[in-house]
């Protein structure tokens, strides 16, 4: 498989928001309005203008008190259930070069909870005025121009990573043998089938109910429109033939 890839080694994450940052930067994303709502977490989740968000989160590992760090964004899904519930033409499409997923001003003609339920991140947002949908775009001009993505050029531990898949495959695979070690538990998240691949030191559960694909908690119709027409459309075809 080919395309690009980020491997972000959830065991060297400090919080440090730096990638949330520049995130915004790059993208001149304008800050939120927020309030203090009891965690270090901020703003409190994903927004039309928070592409990105590192989450925090408290949970006793091992009998000892520990904070999970995550920052989320979307996977860039291999078949990106999005696209295959998109009912709008270019709406959204996938990169042919990276395998980024990108959404285009039409997905102001989608049916939102339609696109949103059908992603098993829960990650795409939309504008209340325009209804166009946004989310992470793999910072696509950058790294079209063989540049980095922001967040990763930001980082400051080494844990994101990007380049071709093969790369990034391998240097996961090496990171989880060495966090093993240390980390029981560890595991790679979903690394099939997305391009976005964790490496969780404990139960992808733990760090949230979203790092980890869970299509049960979503509400995503068995067919759209077009996929009902496509599949019955042939037959009916034939017959009138």
């Given at each position: 498989?080919?395309?690009?890839?980020?491997f972000v080694d959830l065991t060297k994450c400090t919080a440090c928001r730096g990638c949330q940052v520049s995130c915004k930067q790059w993208h001149k994303l304008p800050a939120e309005k927020t309030r203090n709502w009891g965690s270090y977490q901020n703003p409190a989740d994903l927004s039309f203008i928070t592409y990105k968000l590192v989450r925090y989160e408290e949970q006793v590992i091992r009998g000892?008190?520990?904070w999970?760090?995550?920052p989320e964004q979307c996977r860039h899904c291999v078949s990106p259930p999005c696209l295959l519930s998109s009912e709008v033409k270019d709406s959204?499409?996938?990169?042919?070069?990276?395998?980024a997923v990108l959404f285009t001003e039409k997905t102001a003609q989608e049916d939102y909870a339609n696109i949103r339920g059908a992603c098993p991140y829960d990650i795409p947002r939309q504008d209340p005025i325009t209804k166009?949908?946004?989310?992470?775009d793999m910072c696509i001009d950058r790294v079209h121009n063989g540049l980095?993505?922001?967040c990763v050029l930001t980082c400051p531990t080494g844990a994101m990573n990007f380049g071709d898949r093969e790369e990034m495959m391998a240097m996961a695979k090496a990171a989880l043998g060495k966090a093993s070690k240390q980390h029981p538990d560890a595991t790679l998240v979903d690394a099939d089938d997305v391009r976005v691949i964790y490496l969780a030191a404990?139960?992808?559960?733990?760090?949230?109910?979203r790092l980890m694909a869970d299509a049960s908690s979503r509400t995503s119709p068995l067919f759209t429109r077009k996929q009902v027409l496509a599949t019955f459309a042939?037959?009916?075809k034939m017959m009138a033939g």
């Open positions: 498989m080919n395309g690009k890839s980020f000892k008190l520990d999970l760090f995550f959204i499409i996938q990169d042919p070069l990276t395998g166009i949908l946004s989310k992470c980095l993505p922001a404990v139960d992808p559960k733990k760090y949230s109910n042939k037959p009916f």
